[in-house]
């Protein structure tokens, strides 16, 4: 299987970058600038991209690579940053830019060069920089450049290097995608023989390998995450697979009852089903607690627990499975070189010790638009399959500040109309035009924030909380926008939870987009 290296210099967008490589059906992964060359060497890699960072190149200290990266006779590909750093570690010049270049501007491009393969002449990019590349290295050549930046990209086809100084991985560049596609399947050589039925069909095979006649544990939430992974381990080892369902009392409303009728006895899946009802040991457990990474590792510790008792009930268990996804790894500090945005409760938030042989996770270097066509390429159901994504640890990030059973009926009914609504307007929008409405959002809830205020409801004064409601539209969860949900749903929506959710006397709309904010609200 082909291979390309993302090396991280601390960039935003590097799961990104990575991204769009796999959308041109080659395999990526995600290693920090500070990976040594012999490691790089033991890779056997088709092509390296260089992300962008905050940095400049020229300051003392600054995330740098030895010379000999660009000497391993593997194409390189530099971007913003990383253009700038391989020109400086190659003989050019970086410096202060006179007129610093952000957001959208039009640049003209060398459509000989094959960085720019079936690219329009003039065409738009997304640049991002204070510095910039007042020198070329020896051998490079300028094949790009707008009004104030004369090397906008940069190229030595003779050892296969090229940089560019805008991000192409961006949707605000159009034809980034094309560029991208240029370097790992064109100049790389890349097959572009990586995909989901591959995938699935690889992964099952090393999964017998690797489980042989072990048992294995799996927490089933229901989510789209551990049902494709107990679709993959299901397909590898059957019986052998016994599912928990933990339900710790922050699901969505009725969702426990739904999870059990899909994969406990007479549904769908032939699945070993064990569904332990532990709420209230997790509101115990989450009694005074207000910082979310403390709520998140205590759900993730307690979660483990659970495990460990149900596999000593079981018997003999060796491996237990987690459904963790690749922005998981990352966002959790543990691939490249970003810092820790959040502890998944199947990363960051294990314990020191767990009682089991060995974790498996199938699903690890995937991404969520990739694991639903790996859902799809098991035959799961695509309502399962395509169901808004809900986070390990629940509706207890969901719940600013403590965590109570109140506060949890609280979400649960104030989400369940808000969702209900939402999906009342798509439905009817579509029956009507024919198409998705143009504001459908990717991913939609209600959480409850830890403001309560006075309001008056009827003639009595109230003293409640302030309930808000978040939709986003994205591609891959990385980076997403408010939804631009019409005001007159919004409007029934909030009347609905006012009058119908007792503790809630307001109602509020979060506009953020990742970044600066997260999906979720915590």
């Not at 006179?98 to 501007?105: F, L, N």
């Not at 690219?119 to 020896?138: L, R």
């Amino acid at each position: 299987m082909d291979k390309v290296l993302v090396l991280d210099f601390g960039g935003q967008y590097n799961q990104l970058v990575a991204r769009r490589v796999r959308e041109c059906n080659v395999y990526c992964e995600i290693y920090s600038y500070r990976t040594d060359i012999e490691t790089i060497k033991g890779m056997n890699l088709k092509g390296i991209i260089l992300t962008g960072g905050p940095n400049s190149c020229y300051e003392e200290g600054a995330p740098t690579y030895s010379k000999e990266l660009f000497e391993l006779g593997i194409p390189v590909l530099g971007l913003c940053y990383g253009a700038q750093m391989m020109q400086h570690v190659l003989g050019g010049k970086v410096e202060r830019a006179a007129v610093q270049e952000y957001g959208k501007t039009e640049i003209s491009v060398d459509t000989g060069s094959e960085l720019f393969s079936n690219v329009p002449a003039e065409t738009v990019c997304w640049m991002s920089h204070f510095d910039y590349i007042s020198k070329m290295g020896p051998g490079f050549k300028s094949v790009a450049h707008t009004k104030d930046c004369p090397v906008a990209a940069a190229e030595d086809v003779s050892r296969r290097l090229y940089g560019i100084q805008f991000h192409p991985e961006v949707l605000h560049t159009p034809e980034g995608t094309k560029m991208i596609y240029n370097f790992v399947r064109n100049i790389c050589g890349c097959a572009g023989d990586w995909k989901m039925d591959s995938f699935v069909e690889n992964t099952v095979i090393a999964l017998r390998e690797k489980i042989g006649s072990g048992k294995v544990l799996l927490g089933l939430s229901g989510g789209v995450d551990s049902s494709v992974a107990a679709g993959l381990l299901a397909r590898a080892v059957g019986k052998q697979l016994t599912c928990v369902f933990v339900d710790h009392g922050l699901l969505r409303k009725n969702e426990g009852d739904e999870v059990e009728a899909v994969f406990g006895k007479g549904g769908k899946f032939d699945l070993n089903f064990v569904r332990v009802n532990a709420q209230d040991r997790f509101y115990a457990k989450l009694a005074g607690v207000n910082e979310p990474e403390r709520k998140r590792k205590i759900i993730g510790e307690e979660f483990i627990r659970v495990f460990e008792e149900e596999a000593k009930k079981i018997g003999s268990v060796d491996f237990l499975a987690q459904g963790t996804i690749y922005p998981d790894v990352v966002e959790s500090g543990l691939g490249g070189e970003s810092a820790v945005i959040k502890s998944h409760h199947n990363v960051g938030g294990l314990p020191d010790f767990v009682d089991f042989k060995e974790i498996v996770e199938p699903l690890r270097n995937l991404f969520k638009d990739e694991v639903r066509k790996a859902g799809l390429e098991l035959g799961i159901p695509k309502a399962l399959v395509m169901r808004q994504p809900f986070p390990g640890p629940g509706l207890g990030i969901r719940i600013i500040g403590e965590v109570t059973a109140e506060k949890v009926t609280i979400v649960q009914d104030a989400d369940y109309i808000y969702r209900q609504e939402v999906d009342k307007a798509l439905e009817a929008y579509e029956a009507e035009n024919g198409k998705p409405a143009p504001w459908k959002p990717d991913q939609y809830y209600a959480a409850l924030t830890n403001m309560r205020s006075v309001g008056v409801m009827g003639d009595e004064r109230t003293y409640d909380y302030a309930a808000a409601l978040r939709a986003v539209k994205t591609i891959d969860f990385m980076t997403a926008e408010a939804a631009n949900i019409p005001f007159d749903i919004l409007q029934i929506v909030m009347n609905r939870i006012i009058k119908e959710v007792r503790g809630v006397n307001r109602v509020f709309y979060d506009l953020t987009s990742k970044p600066p904010g997260t999906i979720e609200m915590e």
